[in-house]
């Protein structure tokens, strides 16, 4: 995004212009990893493949293909912003809070939103419930395993999409576990070439949140609201919400997120939550 602004010191962006940075990365990578696939499927497709752009956000991890992602315990919580606790896996990816519960058929009816924690896992924050999902965590580090809920599928998806577009080694073990995409193969191949890791997203706090626009049995679309401390001008007594739209499979036992299946609202942000379902922390 153009025109973020600096802190008064001119020495970098402010923390409220961050979060509005991540968001919007998320947004429009999505396209970015949409064309990809469809590029790389094609008979006629150029052998080169872009390098990713020069930032001071971008860090490259060492390759690492498997993790220890047996629960070791946690280390000392932190908060974000909002001073909401932030739960510290000793692992670094995340520690199942219970096994989902068995839903045999889409649940889309919500009464109310579940009890959730934050987790940091890979360098992002992700949220977790104890009957909802996730229930365990990949070799590589991918958390997985949801209840067959509407509710359950925003989740799914919204950790899915934080983790995938922060890059570095977890990106291809979401493409490989957490996703439903043309050419899944291409795309675990391309990220598994690609170590850069986006550092601004550690700053995208977990979603306050949710509303369900569409359910079905096997698929689920629906909005996650992300919380700004303050609006676009800075203002921290006018807090609002960036809206994000995402889209769910039920496939093969649990949810996997699609990518550029559904147009992102109109209505890109909120000031107040009145008609969203929220999680309570």
Not at 111 to 119: H, L, P, W
Not at 261 to 280: C, K, N
């Amino acid at each position: 995004m153009a025109n973020l602004d600096t802190d008064s010191s001119g020495k970098g962006l402010k923390p409220w212009a961050v979060g509005i940075a991540a968001i919007g990365l998320i947004i429009v990578v999505i396209a970015v990893v949409v064309a990809l696939v469809t590029s790389s499927s094609s008979d006629d497709k150029d052998s080169a493949t872009p390098e990713p752009a020069t930032s001071p956000s971008l860090l490259e991890e060492e390759p690492l293909s498997d993790v220890d992602a047996s629960d070791k315990g946690w280390n000392a919580a932190i908060a974000d912003s909002f001073g909401r606790e932030v739960k510290v896996p000793a692992n670094g990816v995340g520690n199942a809070l219970g096994k989902a519960k068995n839903i045999p058929e889409t649940q889309c009816d919500v009464k109310s939103g579940a009890a959730v924690t934050i987790q940091r896992t890979s360098g992002t924050q992700t949220i977790w419930s104890n009957d909802l999902g996730p229930s365990e965590v990949t070799a590589g580090g991918a958390p997985v395993g949801y209840a067959r809920s509407a509710e359950a599928a925003m989740m799914s998806a919204s950790n899915d999409l934080v983790l995938l577009y922060s890059g570095g080694t977890i990106s291809a073990d979401i493409a490989r576990h957490g996703l439903s995409v043309p050419d899944q193969d291409s795309l675990v191949e391309e990220l598994e070439n690609s170590t850069v890791k986006d550092t601004t997203l550690e700053d995208r706090p977990a979603p306050s949140a949710f509303r369900i626009t569409s359910c079905e049995d096997t698929r689920v679309i629906g909005d996650v609201a992300i919380p700004l401390p303050t609006d676009e001008e800075g203002n921290p007594t006018s807090s609002n919400w960036p809206v994000l739209r995402m889209s769910s499979e039920s496939k093969d036992g649990d949810w996997k997120t699609e990518l550029g299946m559904v147009p992102q609202p109109v209505e890109d942000r909120v000031t107040d939550l009145e008609g969203w379902t929220q999680w309570q922390y």
